[in-house]
């Protein structure tokens, strides 16, 4: 573990004159989801800057167009113990194998303990910053396409978001009856969450009992699904009887958020070792102890938790805090194993990268 160097989150512009800096912040709720009474314990410990000055008075007045910015203090990430691995490598792109429980991009909990950061931190020579062109999820190993020119970011996106880059992925499953073929077409989409905003990705499936749930004609139905459509190709790699698991492999043509951990759990299937996802697809919003690390919390929820974990270190549990599973949990094993697509800048020239899968994933 190590301690990063911060962040600072701007909270807008002051359009209406005149109001309190707390009234200000107070209104920032839904984005930062603090309460009141949070934002003026930031203020207090003056970690708030009203036009780049620190201001420790929570209801002093703010000007017109003041610029009002909170400033996050250091906290510890873990560290990468080992480097990136590229698979292939041109002057247009990169393709990398991402070891598990190495975020694709910077988020609440993590700034520096990052794929993007470590990129752009060894390759400051490359003609445009590296940028991932997809993500893979905090506990996901394998291949991740990343853009080193604007070119090759512009079209590599494209081909994503046209369906036209074929990913394939290994995983873990519940379940050594899993049939051989499956085509799971569920629709995926927020469904209502304790944390995180309120919400999170889930199964959505179409609401009429008579639909099959592999249906291989979900478009003719005439009842509108409430998420995106969505579709994975399962296949079985191997069985596993004296554990009751699978190896299989999963070609998603679309890449809705945790499409594979939800659509494997939909089918009754889930990843083994998955903490967040049930079978049927919907989240375990039953809160349980998890182990206490500053890296994993959230700005939302740091200090609204606070007395939380006073109460469940004061019963003896210290080191643990109780509160319900979140994506960035890992425990499942996940591997983006093959990835094809036409070359971002050379018409015709189609590349087929490969990760070789951890040995419980062969």
Not at 93 to 100: D, E, G, Q, T
Not at 251 to 257: L, Q
Request: neutral net charge.
């Amino acid at each position: 573990m190590q301690k990063n160097h911060g962040r600072s989150y701007p909270c807008g512009k002051v359009v209406t004159s005149p109001t309190s800096l707390l009234q200000h912040l107070s209104t920032l709720s839904s984005h930062f989801h603090f309460s009141s009474s949070t934002w003026r314990r930031r203020v207090l410990r003056g970690e708030i800057s009203v036009n780049h000055e620190i201001t420790v008075d929570p209801q002093s007045p703010l000007p017109p167009m003041a610029i009002v910015h909170y400033h996050r203090a250091p906290w510890y990430e873990p560290i990468l113990s080992s480097p990136l691995i590229e698979l292939y490598r041109d002057e247009h792109l990169l393709a990398i194998h991402k070891p598990s429980g190495l975020p694709t991009m910077p988020s609440a909990s993590f700034i520096e303990y990052t794929t993007l950061h470590l990129l752009r931190s060894t390759m400051p020579d490359a003609s445009a910053p590296p940028q991932p062109v997809h993500r893979l999820g905090v506990g996901t190993s394998g291949v991740l396409l990343v853009a080193t020119s604007l070119q090759s970011r512009q079209s590599l996106s494209a081909a994503i978001r046209e369906r036209r880059v074929k990913k394939i992925y290994r995983a873990l499953v519940c379940g050594a009856n899993i049939p051989n073929y499956l085509r799971i077409d569920c629709p995926i989409g927020p469904v209502p969450f304790p944390i995180g905003g309120g919400s999170l990705h889930a199964a959505c499936p179409l609401p009429t009992a008579n639909l099959v749930k592999f249906s291989t004609n979900a478009a003719s139905a005439v009842i509108k699904p409430m998420g995106k459509p969505s579709l994975s190709l399962v296949r079985v790699v191997r069985r596993d009887w004296k554990e009751d698991t699978a190896v299989v492999e999963v070609e998603i043509p679309t890449g809705r958020p945790h499409q594979i951990r939800i659509h494997m759990a939909y089918c009754g299937h889930p990843l083994v070792g998955d903490p967040l996802y049930l079978s049927g697809g919907m989240p375990d919003c039953v809160p349980r102890m998890f182990p206490k690390q500053r890296s994993e919390e959230e700005v939302e929820e740091e200090e609204e938790e606070e007395e939380e974990e006073e109460n469940a270190d004061s019963s003896g549990s210290s080191g643990y805090t109780l509160r319900v599973p979140l994506p960035r949990d890992c425990g499942y094993s996940l591997h983006a194993h093959q990835i094809t697509f036409e070359h971002p800048t050379i018409e015709g020239k189609w590349i087929h990268i490969v990760a070789p899968p951890p040995e419980n994933l062969k």
